[in-house]
């Protein structure tokens, strides 16, 4: 029996995974922060409450899933938050970095181990590869000069691309990595945004948005028969160069030497 973790496994994209591989017979481990959304999964889903916004949070359930499942088949990456305003965490971090990059990153080495005695493992990040908008704001990672809600979600969609480049060339693991952009889905939870912003998106949904369903079908697939090579980048169903200027592989060192950096400075790696 495979065994998938899912973060963001209680909303949208991660829960129509959820219910796709539990139906598939695996065992899935699902994370989300609200207890009663976590209830409501069906029945056989093994759900863990947590902010993974939180480097602690994060360290917490990585050990728990280490202890539990000792080995992990695949590992889905979901977990985000629209920030109208710059929220700062209890550990100094920009909201959005810290849950949409770092955790992924937290996540993606801290269970190498468990992956890594799977027989085929494979990572989904999911986010948005091969688009090139958005930049990493070296000199101002978390966004304190100036805050605005698409430049904090382009930064961190194209610090994940940055992972699965780095993961990818230097972690040793045996997973296979996938960079994951399913386009414009009816997924995740609006209700951080004024309600006139919430109003516009479901009217934009309505008319061009993807069904969950079939945004996830590709994941649902992969994790039976991972791609071959070690880093995938799939943008709807169309392979990315991987030679693209957002998968610098100069960038992705420099980013994981900055995360490794600011992971140190709070007693955490």
Same mark, same amino acid.
């Given at each position: 029996m495979r065994v998938t973790v899912v973060t963001g496994g209680t909303d949208g994209m991660g829960r129509a995974l959820v219910r796709a591989r539990l139906e598939r017979g695996d065992e899935v481990v699902a994370l989300g922060s609200n207890a009663a959304k976590g209830r409501a999964l069906p029945a056989g889903v093994h759900f863990l409450r947590a902010d993974l916004s939180s480097i602690a949070e994060n360290r917490r359930v990585v050990a728990t899933i280490r202890e539990r499942w000792p080995v992990v088949d695949a590992l889905a990456l979901f977990a985000n938050r629209l920030a109208p305003r710059r929220t700062v965490t209890a550990e100094g971090l920009e909201q959005t970095f810290a849950l949409y990059y770092l955790s992924r990153y937290l996540f993606s080495h801290g269970l190498r181990e468990a992956l890594d005695r799977a027989a085929t493992p494979v990572i989904f990040n999911v986010a948005g590869v091969g688009v090139t908008k958005g930049a990493i704001r070296w000199s101002d990672l978390q966004l304190a000069g100036r805050y605005r809600m698409i430049d904090a979600q382009l930064q961190a969609g194209r610090?994940?691309?940055? #992972?699965?480049?780095?993961?990818?060339?230097? @972690?040793?693991?045996? *997973? /296979?990595? !996938?960079?994951?952009?399913?386009?414009?889905?009816?997924?995740?939870?609006?209700?951080?945004?004024?309600?006139? #912003?919430?109003?516009?998106?479901?009217?934009? @949904?309505?008319?061009? *948005? /993807?069904? !969950?369903?079939?945004s996830v079908r590709p994941i649902v697939e992969w994790i039976e028969s991972p791609p071959q090579a070690p880093l995938t980048a799939d943008d709807r169903g169309k392979p990315v160069p991987l030679d693209l200027a957002s998968l610098d592989p100069d960038d992705a060192r420099r980013l994981a030497a900055a995360t490794a950096d600011l992971l140190a400075a709070r007693g955490a790696r």
């Open positions: 610090a994940n691309d940055l #992972l699965g480049v780095d993961f990818a060339a230097s @972690a040793g693991s045996r *997973a /296979r990595y !996938v960079l994951y952009h399913p386009g414009f889905t009816r997924s995740g939870d609006a209700t951080p945004l004024p309600a006139p #912003l919430r109003a516009a998106m479901r009217v934009a @949904a309505r008319v061009a *948005a /993807r069904p !969950v369903e079939e």
